[in-house]
């Protein structure tokens, strides 16, 4: 890989990024200011807007942002139409679950690492590799449906929104980074690029 390209490469992570935190930043500074309706409301344009910019950038349709964006629009409209926030608040736990689900069912019903197709262009695997990855990604969506049960049930719409930017995300990036040493580990090549440096 060149260093044009990584830098390429580097930029298009960071972009992805801003993509998924910036909806979330625009409903947590409007629900300051004008309540949890408008910060929903917020929310569902700059997730519309978001949407065909990830596709302009990945060239593709990317899966899972698509998913979460549709129960954004979806969620977001029943709790603007039936002024009722449990809808947003939702949300995250039922497409949470609903990747556990998809994801673990493939690996108990059809032997089949469903994270392989969705990211298989960035990594490449061993079949045991994209087994275990697909497994503690299963596991991790659940915690995270867990965490929002929690931060819903339990506190104020506000700490609630906040919880979103500042504990789930957080812990999905160091989720993420977690598991650098099974891509190390797993990775199926000798291009390695998380060998470097070891």
Same mark, same amino acid.
């Given at each position: 890989?060149?260093?044009?390209?990584?830098?390429?490469?580097?930029?298009? #992570?960071?972009?992805?990024?801003?993509?998924?935190?910036?909806?979330?930043?625009?409903?947590?500074?409007?629900?300051?200011?004008?309540?949890?309706?408008?910060?929903?409301?917020?929310?569902?344009?700059?997730?519309?807007?978001?949407?065909?910019?990830?596709?302009?950038?990945?060239? #593709? %349709?990317?899966?899972?942002?698509?998913?979460?964006?549709?129960?954004?629009?979806?969620?977001?409209?029943?709790?603007?139409?039936?002024?009722?926030?449990?809808?947003?608040?939702?949300?995250?736990?039922?497409?949470?679950?609903?990747?556990?689900?998809?994801?673990?069912?493939?690996?108990?019903?059809?032997?089949?690492?469903?994270?392989?197709?969705?990211?298989?262009?960035?990594?490449?695997?061993?079949?045991?590799?994209?087994?275990?990855?697909?497994?503690?990604?299963?596991?991790?969506?659940?915690?995270?449906?867990?965490?929002?049960?929690?931060? %819903?049930?339990?506190?104020?719409?506000?700490? %609630?929104?906040?919880?979103?930017?500042?504990?789930?995300?957080?812990?999905?990036?160091?989720?993420?980074?977690?598991?650098?040493?099974?891509?190390? #580990?797993? %990775?199926?090549?000798?291009?390695?690029?998380?060998?470097?440096?070891?």
């Amino acid at each position: 890989m060149t260093e044009k390209t990584e830098e390429q490469g580097g930029m298009r #992570r960071f972009y992805a990024t801003a993509l998924e935190l910036g909806p979330l930043v625009l409903f947590f500074i409007a629900n300051g200011r004008w309540g949890i309706y408008w910060g929903t409301g917020i929310f569902i344009v700059a997730t519309a807007i978001a949407l065909p910019c990830y596709r302009w950038l990945e060239k #593709r %349709w990317p899966v899972m942002p698509l998913v979460g964006g549709f129960f954004v629009l979806v969620f977001g409209g029943l709790t603007i139409w039936l002024q009722d926030d449990t809808f947003i608040k939702l949300k995250p736990t039922i497409v949470n679950c609903l990747f556990g689900t998809i994801l673990g069912g493939g690996l108990l019903l059809f032997r089949r690492p469903l994270l392989k197709p969705l990211f298989g262009t960035a990594f490449r695997l061993t079949d045991e590799g994209w087994r275990k990855l697909t497994l503690r990604w299963t596991l991790f969506f659940f915690v995270l449906a867990a965490v929002n049960e929690v931060m %819903w049930r339990g506190f104020t719409t506000d700490t %609630w929104i906040a919880s979103k930017m500042f504990l789930s995300f957080p812990l999905t990036l160091v989720f993420a980074f977690l598991q650098v040493p099974l891509l190390k #580990r797993y %990775w199926d090549g000798a291009d390695n690029p998380f060998a470097r440096g070891s």
